[in-house]
């Protein structure tokens, strides 16, 4: 039973590791109508992928977020530029 749970846990840890080297999209949109009038539309766009292999395709908005970032620039939202 040990060895069965560790093949398992192997197996997993092997496809997140894919998962995180290649990386994945997942894609869908939700719609809601009624009478053929269209009152909702949401699309939801996923990627999961290592930030290595975000970096690579581009993607590194987490650097720009101070939320998310020491070096990122405080910004206040809710008050106008003072330009």
């Not at 846990?9 to 997140?16: D, P, R």
Request: aromatic share 2%; with cysteine.
């Amino acid at each position: 039973m040990a060895l069965r749970q560790s093949m398992e846990t192997s197996s997993l840890l092997e496809v997140l590791e894919r998962i995180l080297d290649k990386g994945v999209v997942i894609a869908g949109d939700i719609t809601v109508c009624l009478s053929d009038v269209e009152l909702l539309k949401i699309k939801i766009r996923l990627l999961i992928a290592s930030v290595d292999k975000a970096k690579e395709m581009g993607i590194d908005w987490w650097e720009n977020d101070p939320a998310l970032s020491k070096n990122a620039e405080r910004r206040k939202i809710c008050e106008p530029d003072a330009h």
